[in-house]
């Protein structure tokens, strides 16, 4: 069955870093790939979309990238700030299904 | 300009009861989708509309109905609920089905069922 995994449940670094997040996947081959974060009580809010031939996509302090040999894509966000501080979902595109499939999501903590 | 609107934010229902969560978007999009959120397991899709009048099942659609009458509401029903369904549920919608597009989510209601 198809499964999403991103790398930890929880992340903290210290502001200023660079926080790098995963994405895992499995049994399937997403055409398309998004990000999103989300805020304690609120729905998510899109971030990013990267597709499979464009390896790597940049947004102010964002950066995406996609491996669809590895099956991986990971999340970077330069220059960190504690505004940063909440979770973040991958949602690669099930081809079958035609829908988006969400991971579980990392809480990312930016240290001040 | 509101985007997606749900309600209500919090409901507490007994088991057998039933309940319907409301979900509206003003951005005249085709699809919508209802989601719900459990710790550790991400958002998983209940069912979608790709336009009124037409619904499909997402992954986990038992125990729910919906229904689209008009393009702006999307409706999800609990026929009778169970400790099972407490769990944080999603409206999404965006301008049409595909790969290309992004989704814009309401704020959740938070059901418990007792």
């Known amino acids: 069955s198809q499964k999403i995994e991103q790398n930890s449940e929880a992340l903290n670094i210290q502001e200023g870093k660079t926080a790098t997040l995963t994405c895992n996947y499995t049994n399937y081959s997403p055409a398309y790939l998004q990000w999103y974060r989300q805020d304690p009580g609120r729905g998510p809010v899109f971030l990013l979309l990267?597709?499979?031939?464009?390896k790597e996509k940049r947004k102010e302090r964002l950066k995406v990238t996609f491996d669809t040999t590895l099956k991986q894509s990971l999340f970077h966000i330069t220059a960190s700030q504690p505004a940063d501080s909440a979770t973040y979902l991958c949602?690669?595109?099930?081809?079958?299904?035609?829908?988006?499939?969400f991971g579980p999501g990392t809480r990312l903590s930016v240290l001040p | 300009n509101a985007g997606v609107t749900q309600t209500p934010k919090f409901q507490v229902l007994k088991t057998g009861q039933s309940m319907t969560l409301q979900c509206a978007q003003d951005m005249n999009h085709e699809y919508m989708s209802w989601y719900r959120q459990d710790p550790g397991m991400g958002l998983r899709l209940i069912h979608y509309?790709?336009?009124?009048?037409?619904?499909d099942q997402g992954e986990v659609p038992n125990g729910y109905n919906v229904s689209r009458s008009t393009t702006e509401d999307f409706p999800l029903r609990l026929l009778s609920a169970a400790p099972s369904q407490t769990s944080v549920y999603f409206c999404?919608?965006?301008?049409?089905?595909?790969?290309?597009?992004?989704?814009?989510f309401g704020s959740g209601t938070q059901l418990s069922v007792l």
């Open positions: 990267i597709r499979e031939n464009e």
């Open positions: 509309s790709v336009g009124a009048g037409i619904t």
């Open positions: 999404a919608s965006s301008y049409s089905t595909g790969s290309n597009e992004k989704l814009f």
């Open positions: 949602a690669p595109w099930d081809n079958y299904g035609q829908n988006f499939v």
